[in-house]
């Protein structure tokens, strides 16, 4: 059986990667690997850049949702220290270091999700600047993103 493929133009793949919102246009790019991707501890069927992305997103959109407490605690696996990698890869340095500090932080007392509050506010201050850092690094590796989408034919 041959899975389906979300056919995706050219032209719209470009206006999303330039003249769209970064929230948008990294969402809507998502939701067209997202077939391939499986759960997040299921990636392997995902490009390198488009791997890299979907951990950050799953990270930014946990901790969005309930904190550092609902991203560690609510987890199958552990993919922290990937993530922290992805984080500085698309350039998110200090996320990746509030990260980093959460890690830290619940290694001391795992007992108590309170002690991540403080990594919360951290991620907070600086969420606005990671949408548009996934959309700068889809950008520059464009030719690695939704490479099946983009030439797939019908058959």
């Known amino acids: ?3 389906e493929v979300l056919r995706l133009s ?3 793949f470009h206006h999303l ?7 948008e246009a990294v969402t809507t790019l998502s939701e067209f690997w997202s077939p391939r991707s ?12 488009e791997k890299t992305v979907e ?3 799953d990270y930014s959109a ?8 609902q991203y560690f605690f609510n987890r199958e696996t552990d993919a ?5 990698e992805a984080l500085k890869t698309v350039g998110l340095h200090q996320v990746a ?15 108590c999700p309170n002690a991540l509050d403080q990594r919360d506010r951290e991620f907070y201050e600086r969420m606005d600047t990671i949408d548009a850092a996934l959309q700068a690094f889809l950008r520059t590796n464009l030719h690695d993103v939704l490479v099946a989408e983009r030439t797939h034919q019908l058959d």
């Open 62 to 69: 946990q901790v969005c949702n309930g904190g550092h407490a």
């Open 80 to 84: 922290r220290h990937e993530v922290i």
């Open 55 to 57: 951990l950050c997103m």
């Open 97 to 111: 270091a509030i990260l980093e500090q959460a890690v830290s932080d619940t290694r001391v007392d795992k007992e």
């Open 1 to 3: 059986m041959s899975e």
């Open 10 to 12: 050219e032209g719209y």
């Open 38 to 49: 499986g759960t997040i501890d299921q990636l392997s069927r995902l490009s390198p850049t």
């Open 17 to 23: 990667l330039t003249d769209e919102d970064p929230l």
